[in-house]
């Protein structure tokens, strides 16, 4: 990943220059110098190129004037220019660039916090995993180690850019936690990770078997009892709220399945792989909770994660099964591979009977029917409170991780009646998504709150703007924001 800093502008006489450039303007700034230096060669060479400034374009021209290359990125019209066009604009300059040390982006025309925004945008997609690559060809590694970013003021630059950094870093914890195999990746090992966030202050709790067997929690437990590794639940807190402004906290729960065969309910092999990032809900719980800290947010959250594999074995729970909740309702298990619901009903109940939270949202890779409805383009957003829906839909909008409000209602409810408990675990295939989130309103006890189903966006097969494919981080930067709008502002 490569180091983003902010310098005063200079035109430089050789390397890699970029140009940020808006809709159908002639370039400002030092990219005027530059043309200049070149004699008007630069934006003929553009002409000729076909570059228009179309926002995420990117146009690259080959040792022109002094330059081994220069790197027009479009950051769209000049009258919509704004934090996301800037992202965009840097997320094109990553892989243009894979072969080059450094490169300076010339932003001195822009206001300082698009300047940000760009190093942000270049930063979140120059993200690479690459721990288990032992055999990669020198030549075949990204370059890139600094991008220079000009700017007009280099104090505002950097201000601007210090939330974002440490956004940054949750977003790429998520990532990593997403990315990382299931054999390395399982409960114990989750919650191990977690303990990183105590250097940015917050408080990381763990509890094991032992510690859930005796709350009763037979709900996560009967997911988790067909696995060799033991849950765990690990509730972190973040206590940022300025004295004499104590709230109630917002709460955010991540469901983290580190690998789910179905269970007993076993899957189909082909794509089974891709279940590994069923634990995705939780990665972005911690991911959020290493922004929200790492920008020491002025709010009171607290994070918490249920961390199970859903395993088939002699030991592992059966369609017919019965449970007892930690809420006390009872569960007639009718297909193992709705765990999801399961695990994250105990972890609700004692969410919001421990915190009394102003606010409870859950994230959860929890239906494939999610994906029939809405695709990779949103994830579904349930709540059973219209201004936390609306917030929820408002922060996910403002960061490009968009939402699309799914209904509740009493007649979607029944389909999850049993004959023997309280309720059973699947209310059949009819609007799938929707009966999952009843369950999980179900555990709620009247709270506001809202659950989003990211099973359609927590991963993506194709590279975007700011997000390179693979693990998204999806609602690492939503949830950030929400905090940001909610409890800073209140
Ligand atoms: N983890 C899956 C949902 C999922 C599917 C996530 C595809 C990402 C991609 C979840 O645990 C599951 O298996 N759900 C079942 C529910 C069904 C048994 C009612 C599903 O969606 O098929
Ligand atoms: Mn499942
Ligand atoms: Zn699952």
């Given at each position: 990943m490569p ?52 926002k995420g374009?990117a ?28 992202e965009a604009a840097g997320g094109a300059i990553a892989p243009a660039l894979a ?21 942000f945008g270049a930063l979140l997609r120059g993200w690479r995993f690459d721990r288990y690559r032992?055999?990669e060809?020198?030549?075949d590694k990204p370059?890139l ?23 940054a870093?949750?977003v790429f914890m998520a990532r990593e936690l997403v990315t990382e195999p299931p054999?390395?990746l ?84 082909g794509g089974m792989e891709d279940m590994k990032w069923d634990m995705a809900?939780?990665g972005a719980?911690?991911g ?77 890779t ?5 994906i029939?409805?809405l695709g990779h383009e949103h994830a ?19 960061v490009g991780e968009k ?51 990211i099973a359609g966006t927590a991963w993506s097969g194709k590279d975007q703007p700011t997000v390179p494919k693979g693990a998204t981080a999806f609602g690492v930067r ?13």
């Amino acid at each position: 990943m490569p180091d983003i800093a902010f310098v005063k502008p200079a035109l430089p006489k050789g390397g890699a220059l970029v140009l940020p450039m808006t809709e159908g303007d002639p370039p400002a700034g030092l990219g005027k110098e530059a043309d200049a230096a070149s004699g008007g060669l630069l934006t003929r060479a553009l002409e000729a190129a076909g570059f228009k400034g179309r926002k995420g374009q990117a146009t690259t021209l080959w040792a022109l004037g002094g330059w081994t290359k220069v790197v027009a990125v479009g950051l769209g019209k000049a009258s919509e220019l704004g934090p996301e066009a800037a992202e965009a604009a840097g997320g094109a300059i990553a892989p243009a660039l894979a072969a080059d040390r450094e490169a300076m982006v010339a932003a001195d025309s822009l206001d300082p916090s698009l300047a940000a925004s760009i190093g942000f945008g270049a930063l979140l997609r120059g993200w690479r995993f690459d721990r288990y690559r032992t055999k990669e060809k020198e030549e075949d590694k990204p370059k890139l180690e600094r991008i220079a970013i000009a700017t007009s003021s280099v104090s505002a630059a950097k201000a601007a850019f210090v939330p974002m950094r440490a956004v940054a870093d949750g977003v790429f914890m998520a990532r990593e936690l997403v990315t990382e195999p299931p054999n390395v990746l399982h409960p114990v090992e989750f919650a191990e990770r977690c303990r990183v966030l105590e250097r940015l202050g917050v408080e990381v709790e763990v509890m094991g078997l032992k510690e859930l067997k005796r709350l009763g929690f037979g709900a996560m437990i009967g997911v988790a009892q067909g696995s060799q590794h033991e849950p765990r639940m690990v509730v972190m807190q973040w206590r940022g709220a300025p004295k004499g402004k104590k709230a109630k906290p917002i709460a955010l729960i991540g469901k983290g399945v580190t690998f789910d065969t179905g269970g007993i309910s076993i899957k189909p092999a082909g794509g089974m792989e891709d279940m590994k990032w069923d634990m995705a809900g939780a990665g972005a719980v911690v991911g959020a909770m290493a922004a929200i800290a790492g920008r020491k947010a002025k709010a009171d959250v607290i994070g918490l994660v249920g961390l199970v594999e859903n395993m088939p074995s002699g030991t592992a729970q059966r369609p017919g099964d019965v449970v007892k909740t930690y809420s006390g309702q009872t569960v007639e298990v009718i297909n193992t591979d709705a765990e999801g619901r399961l695990v994250l009903a105990d972890v609700m109940w004692y969410c919001q009977e421990r915190f009394d939270p102003r606010a409870m949202v859950d994230l959860a890779t929890l239906t494939g029917a999610i994906i029939i409805s809405l695709g990779h383009e949103h994830a579904g957003l349930f709540s059973n409170d219209d201004e936390l829906a609306q917030r929820v839909s408002a922060a996910g909008s403002a960061v490009g991780e968009k939402v699309w409000r799914m209904p509740l209602g009493e007649a979607y409810d029944k389909q999850i009646k049993s004959d023997i408990a309280d309720m059973k675990n699947v209310g059949g295939r009819p609007g799938g998504s929707i009966t999952a989130a009843q369950f999980l309103q179900r555990f709620t006890n009247g709270k506001p709150w809202a659950h989003l189903d990211i099973a359609g966006t927590a991963w993506s097969g194709k590279d975007q703007p700011t997000v390179p494919k693979g693990a998204t981080a999806f609602g690492v930067r939503l949830l950030d924001r929400l905090v940001e709008d909610m409890a800073e502002e209140g």
